[in-house]
């Protein structure tokens, strides 16, 4: 399958690459590149979305647009939120964005109904990298507040093991931590249901 | 470490001060006082140009006013040095120290001060050949580019390595610097195409290919200066390049944080680009706004402001600041 991917940085992609073609297995997965796709982080997702939708419908003739967001200190998604969207949620945005847009799209011989695939980390990516790693982040313990023991400043350093990380540094640990979690994607399941947990469900039933 | 620049009645910076860290990211509107402010260090050490106060003083500034920048440094000094002029032209620097007063820690700061630079490379000075020298220096415009990367080369052949590791990941269809000699004996740069089947001369290259060029080979020399400016270091650059602009500029201010084992350099930077300014999402400390009154500026640092979070909570920075609820936009009649 033909799958286009909307990243904030190319350290972002490599992790989201790979653990999507963890999800699908080995040889299912084919890229739509080039280009790559960036947007410039959240609201521009969501600005954004709509017209690498209608790239990879009308031109890449893609199977699915996958989108990955931090939701930072935002409401992170609940399970019942799904029929009842909250609009402060960033993975409700973001359906509610990619359901209008994929119904607009105007049917091309041929081609099967694009899918969309959108998870959010919470409240980073940097999250993901660490599960099962100290500090243990999970959605479970970031709604807690205070007492979890961690923000985005922290989990950044405890990912990167400094302050001022450069993308180099950044796609190193992305990629590595990826593969890690590839092996064991029950982990990420387990600690990230909802953010992460909605992608794989979406990319499982492409 | 330089923590602060004070301005009094020079220029449009009426009465103001500059703080700094390792990084400084200056945004504002053009005249707002940035490209002034950085560039105050060198004129402090030399107290060029050698005119009367009111030749520098601040719009509508009462006569007989003098003008003075007063440079305070933190770790380890803990000293200031003020430079000023008077109605008859400048005097003589004052310094002050907290602790013990010496000759040595005045040829220190001055030695401080005298290394600094301000870069506002050109293209044209940077693809410049030249007649290469042992302690070959890159100018502030770029030129000696040429001399510079073949001391690197022939020094360090490790930085030129990782310098073109880098180049290569910012210009994919480039993998070298190369050189060669051309006409009267001087040096010229090159770059090689990935594969090495083509080189391209350097007055061939793009400007943003030399600019870029220009400002990797900074932040890979063994010995920088101490203190550095940069103006507009993502003029004539895509934007998606920028986030490497900002990497290399924080190698150059966080070297342990790049691997590198040299004393960090003080980086102070401007910028009119939104792209430029998103980078610094995660590090507001990094940025200070300029904002421009009539005729005076003030300098704000952005993590003071008590309503920054609530402003970017659902905001991109470089949004945000372009709408103005940052401040440091152009005034509108």
Same mark, same amino acid.
């Given at each position: 399958?033909?799958?286009?991917?909307?990243?904030?940085?190319?350290? %972002?992609?490599?992790?989201?690459?790979?653990?999507?073609?963890?999800?699908?297995?080995?040889?299912?997965?084919?890229?739509?590149?080039?280009?790559?796709?960036?947007?410039?982080?959240?609201?521009?997702?969501?600005?954004?979305?709509?017209?690498?939708?209608?790239?990879?419908?009308?031109?890449?003739?893609?199977?699915?647009?996958?989108?990955?967001?931090?939701?930072? %200190?935002?409401?992170?998604?609940?399970?019942?939120? %799904?029929?009842?969207?909250?609009?402060?949620?960033?993975?409700?945005?973001?359906?509610?964005?990619? %359901?209008?847009?994929?119904?607009?799209?105007?049917?091309?011989?041929?081609?099967?109904?694009?899918?969309?695939?959108?998870?959010?980390?919470?409240?980073?990516?940097?999250?993901?990298?660490?599960?099962?790693?100290?500090?243990?982040?999970?959605?479970?313990?970031?709604?807690?507040?205070?007492?979890?023991?961690?923000?985005?400043?922290?989990?950044?350093?405890?990912?990167?093991?400094?302050?001022?990380?450069?993308?180099?540094?950044?796609?190193?640990?992305?990629?590595?931590?990826?593969?890690?979690?590839?092996?064991?994607?029950?982990?990420?399941?387990?600690?990230?249901?909802?953010?992460?947990?909605?992608?794989?469900?979406?990319?499982?039933?492409? | 470490?330089?923590?602060?620049?004070?301005?009094?009645?020079?220029?449009?910076?009426?009465?103001?001060?500059?703080?700094?860290?390792?990084?400084?990211?200056? #945004?504002?509107?053009?005249?707002?006082?940035?490209?002034?402010?950085?560039?105050?260090?060198?004129?402090?050490?030399?107290?060029?140009?050698?005119?009367?106060?009111?030749?520098?003083?601040?719009?509508?500034?009462?006569?007989?006013?003098?003008?003075?920048?007063?440079?305070?440094?933190?770790? $380890?000094?803990?000293?200031?040095?003020?430079?000023?002029?008077? @109605?008859?032209?400048?005097?003589?620097?004052?310094?002050?120290?907290?602790? @013990?007063? @010496?000759?040595?820690?005045?040829?220190?700061?001055?030695?401080?001060?005298?290394?600094?630079?301000?870069?506002?490379?050109? !293209?044209?000075?940077?693809?410049?050949?030249?007649?290469?020298?042992?302690?070959?220096?890159?100018?502030?415009?770029?030129?000696?580019?040429?001399?510079?990367?073949?001391?690197?080369?022939?020094?360090?052949?490790?930085?030129?390595?990782?310098?073109?590791?880098?180049?290569?990941?910012?210009?994919?269809?480039?993998?070298?610097?190369?050189?060669?000699?051309?006409?009267?004996?001087?040096?010229?740069?090159?770059?090689?195409?990935?594969?090495?089947? /083509?080189?391209? $001369?350097?007055?061939?290259? @793009?400007?943003?290919?030399?600019?870029?060029?220009?400002?990797?080979?900074? !932040?890979?020399?063994?010995?920088?200066? $101490?203190?550095?400016?940069?103006?507009?270091?993502?003029?004539?650059?895509?934007?998606?390049?920028?986030?490497?602009?900002?990497?290399?500029?924080?190698?150059?201010?966080?070297?342990?944080?790049?691997?590198?084992?040299?004393?960090?350099?003080?980086?102070?930077?401007?910028?009119?680009?939104?792209?430029?300014?998103?980078?610094?999402?995660? /590090?507001?400390?990094?940025?200070? #706004?300029?904002?421009?009154?009539?005729?005076?500026?003030?300098?704000?640092?952005?993590?003071?402001?008590?309503?920054?979070?609530?402003?970017?909570?659902?905001?991109?920075?470089?949004?945000?600041?372009?709408?103005?609820?940052?401040?440091?936009?152009?005034?509108?009649?």
């Amino acid at each position: 399958m033909k799958l286009v991917l909307l990243a904030e940085s190319s350290a %972002d992609e490599a992790a989201i690459r790979i653990l999507t073609e963890a999800i699908r297995g080995p040889g299912t997965v084919q890229w739509v590149q080039p280009p790559t796709f960036r947007s410039r982080g959240w609201p521009a997702v969501r600005r954004d979305l709509p017209a690498v939708i209608q790239y990879a419908h009308y031109s890449a003739n893609a199977t699915a647009v996958i989108a990955v967001v931090d939701t930072n %200190d935002s409401v992170p998604h609940e399970a019942a939120h %799904d029929g009842n969207p909250d609009p402060t949620c960033r993975l409700c945005a973001l359906r509610a964005t990619a %359901d209008a847009t994929v119904g607009r799209l105007r049917p091309v011989t041929g081609r099967a109904t694009l899918h969309v695939a959108l998870g959010a980390a919470t409240p980073a990516i940097e999250a993901w990298y660490l599960c099962g790693k100290p500090p243990y982040p999970s959605e479970q313990k970031w709604v807690t507040g205070s007492g979890r023991g961690y923000d985005k400043r922290t989990l950044k350093r405890a990912a990167y093991g400094v302050d001022h990380a450069g993308l180099v540094l950044m796609t190193t640990v992305a990629e590595t931590e990826a593969k890690r979690l590839a092996a064991s994607l029950a982990l990420l399941q387990m600690h990230f249901p909802r953010g992460y947990g909605a992608l794989e469900t979406e990319l499982l039933a492409l | 470490m330089i923590k602060a620049i004070r301005f009094q009645n020079y220029k449009v910076l009426r009465d103001t001060t500059l703080p700094l860290g390792n990084f400084t990211l200056l #945004i504002g509107p053009n005249g707002s006082g940035k490209s002034t402010a950085i560039s105050a260090l060198q004129k402090a050490r030399t107290l060029e140009p050698r005119v009367p106060a009111q030749e520098l003083a601040s719009a509508g500034s009462p006569p007989g006013r003098d003008v003075t920048i007063e440079v305070e440094w933190g770790e $380890p000094h803990h000293a200031s040095l003020t430079a000023r002029w008077t @109605s008859v032209g400048p005097v003589a620097h004052s310094i002050a120290a907290r602790g @013990s007063f @010496s000759n040595e820690l005045q040829q220190t700061l001055f030695d401080e001060l005298g290394r600094a630079r301000v870069y506002s490379l050109d !293209a044209g000075q940077l693809a410049q050949a030249v007649v290469t020298q042992p302690s070959m220096t890159l100018g502030e415009r770029g030129e000696g580019l040429a001399g510079v990367l073949d001391r690197l080369r022939d020094q360090h052949p490790e930085r030129f390595d990782a310098l073109n590791t880098e180049l290569a990941r910012w210009l994919p269809e480039f993998d070298r610097v190369l050189f060669d000699t051309v006409g009267s004996g001087q040096k010229a740069i090159f770059l090689g195409t990935r594969g090495r089947k /083509h080189r391209v $001369p350097a007055w061939d290259l @793009s400007q943003g290919t030399l600019l870029a060029l220009g400002i990797l080979t900074i !932040a890979y020399l063994p010995d920088p200066p $101490p203190i550095v400016g940069f103006e507009e270091p993502d003029r004539g650059l895509h934007p998606r390049l920028l986030r490497d602009v900002r990497d290399a500029l924080y190698r150059l201010a966080y070297p342990k944080d790049y691997g590198e084992s040299r004393p960090p350099v003080q980086v102070m930077a401007t910028t009119h680009s939104p792209y430029m300014v998103d980078l610094f999402q995660d /590090h507001l400390q990094d940025i200070v #706004i300029a904002e421009k009154r009539g005729n005076e500026a003030k300098f704000e640092p952005l993590a003071q402001r008590r309503d920054i979070e609530q402003i970017l909570h659902d905001a991109h920075l470089g949004d945000a600041w372009y709408t103005g609820v940052l401040g440091g936009v152009p005034a509108v009649e």
